[in-house]
């Protein structure tokens, strides 16, 4: 079994910065990709960005120079900065990773992301 737990959501103004963080624990961890999703009211789940186990990454369009996606192997740790936040950037954002060994994905919580104009 593998648990995540998130952190480091909340509120700031429009052009602020928050950076999220979420650890993994749990037995037999070999964690593949790690990544993180985004659900705004009223629209469907997105991907915001991927990290590899190699450090290949992958942002999406509406993201991409404003956030940066890393991770802490020796932690099982991935974080999410977010610079330069906008309005549209309020969401719950998820963590996301699949283990290596069985190809399942495994989610967080959830951490809420509100960004005043």
């Known amino acids: 079994q593998l648990q995540l737990v998130e952190s480091g959501g909340g509120l700031v103004q429009a052009g602020g910065s928050l950076r999220l963080s979420c650890a993994a624990s749990?037995?037999?961890?070999?964690?593949?990709?790690m990544g993180w999703y985004r659900q705004a009211p009223g629209k469907q789940r997105e991907l915001v960005a991927t990290?590899?186990?190699?450090?290949?990454?992958n942002y999406a369009d509406s993201v991409k120079g404003r956030f940066t996606i890393s991770r802490d192997n020796a932690k099982n740790t991935v974080y999410l900065q977010m610079n330069n936040l906008k309005p549209e950037d309020t969401a719950v954002y998820y963590c996301?990773?699949?283990?290596?060994?069985?190809?399942?994905?495994?989610w967080g919580q959830g951490t809420q992301v509100t960004v005043s104009s």
């Open positions: 996301t990773v699949v283990k290596q060994r069985t190809g399942r994905r495994y």
């Open positions: 749990g037995s037999d961890l070999s964690i593949g990709a």
């Open positions: 990290i590899y186990t190699g450090g290949d990454t």
